[in-house]
């Protein structure tokens, strides 16, 4: 176990101790009211925990306080991970970025792009273009969510056991078959469409390296970085377990509602590249330095800096952003002037949004309300953690932004 902790003072790295306090105040106010059961903040700039700050509890019904070791759900921020375990690979030579993922995983050889009709009875035409594997790093390959609730697809996929969770005694190759069986939403690389591309990267991972996707993670990422409290299994770290809550169906001023049942307490049958592990603060942060530090940490190198120069680019086409390139739906980033690199999510206009921000900045968050972002700019990498499920119940990610940002000296 490692535990995060502040190494400097926050005036020794630009940022402003009285302004920090009003970061910490906002966000105590979601505790005292109720719409948060506890967080967790850390702000760490040119390599240095500058700020770390928490407040409530991890488990509402036990009255455990948030702590620095507190074990987070990370969803959707295994995301990045399993990008930076997909580059690794390409700067081995084991695939290039143009390739067809049916090169490795057959089932999505001949896939079948949705053009109309119910999901009881759609018109399916074939797919012109492949999927490949800049599509799964990018969002654009044409897969999506049994969650969105906003196309015949996604229905296509919750008949199918896919909504916020996967059919039972299905792995992942498993669960690879049976969404190469559904149509996509369009044609691979002709739009935006945030679904389950990073689970089939975690698959690619798997075939291309010959390793499941746990030990890869582990053997290649976590045991060189240090990072000790992250996993698929939380069976070694469920003390530390915050617990998961969900929006209160009377309405988002209302309490959240304890979720029944913990299935991570256990090993998982399916291994999520896009959204399966849970870990602590300390290693996330360990993960995001490595990355700000252009590949490499503690002199552990992972990538080269021009793999991450190149990741945390804007790879939509003509360099458009995602209010024009992608669909209206649930993601964990706003779309006006936020463009999609390899993985993470890029800010290229920082005006559009209307939230402080930093041109180039980089990061993706979680469904249960975590954020993550670098700042190159700044030399700046922040963190969130809560467990509160969807993300988009409360505007905690442009307001931490704002807090963030007028901090800076």
């Known amino acids: 176990m490692t535990t995060i902790r502040c190494d400097v003072e926050p005036s020794e790295v630009g940022l402003s101790p009285t302004r920090l306090d009003r970061l910490d105040r906002h966000f105590r106010g979601y505790v005292e009211d109720g ?18 700050a928490t407040y409530g509890t991890r488990d509402r019904e036990a009255a455990t306080p948030v702590e620095p070791d507190t074990v987070w759900r990370l969803a959707s921020m295994t995301k990045p991970i399993t990008s930076v375990a997909a580059m690794m690979l390409y700067e081995e030579g084991a695939f290039e970025l143009k390739d067809p993922i049916s090169k490795w995983i057959p089932s999505f050889e001949e896939m079948g792009v949705y053009r109309s009709g119910s999901s009881a009875r759609p018109d399916v ?31 296509m996929y919750r008949a199918a056991g896919f909504e916020w969770g996967n059919p039972k005694g299905v792995d992942l190759a498993g669960c690879c078959e049976l969404w190469a069986a559904q149509p996509l ?39 060189p970085l240090g990072m000790v409290d992250t996993a698929f299994d939380a069976t070694a770290v469920v003390d530390r377990l915050a617990a998961p809550y969900a929006a209160n169906p009377a309405g988002s001023d209302s309490p959240p509602v304890r979720l029944p049942g913990d299935p991570l307490v256990s090993p998982p049958e399916m291994l999520s590249g896009g959204g399966g592990l849970v870990g602590t603060a300390s290693d996330y942060l360990r993960f995001s330095e490595m990355l700000r530090g252009g590949g490499e940490l503690d002199g552990t190198r992972l990538l080269s800096s021009r793999t991450v120069s190149y990741m945390t680019s804007n790879h939509l086409p003509g360099g458009v952003d995602l209010e024009e390139f992608g669909r209206p739906l649930f993601a964990e980033t706003t779309f006006a002037g936020v463009g999609f690199g390899l993985g993470v999510s890029v800010v290229t206009d920082p005006l559009a949004g209307k939230v402080l921000t930093s041109e180039g900045e980089y990061g993706w968050g979680g469904a249960f309300s975590t954020s993550w972002w670098v700042a190159p700019r700044e030399d700046l990498s922040v963190l969130f953690f809560t467990q509160l499920l969807p993300s988009s119940t409360h505007p905690i990610r442009s307001q931490l932004r704002q807090l963030v940002y007028q901090a800076l000296l």
Not at 35 to 52: D, Q, Y
Not at 131 to 139: D, E, F, N, S
Not at 146 to 151: D, I, M
């Open 35 to 52: 719409r948060l059961t506890g967080w967790l903040i850390a702000v760490a700039r040119h390599g240095h925990v500058a700020h770390l």
């Open 125 to 155: 035409r074939p797919a012109t273009e492949p999927i490949r594997v800049w599509h799964l790093l990018t969002h654009t390959s044409g897969l999506t969510y049994g969650f969105h609730h906003a196309h015949p697809v996604d229905a």
């Open 185 to 223: 939403v369009f044609e691979p690389g002709s739009e935006w469409n945030y679904g389950v591309s990073t689970d089939v990267l975690g698959r690619l991972v798997e075939v291309v390296s010959g390793q499941s996707l746990d030990s890869f993670f582990r053997e290649r990422i976590f045991e």
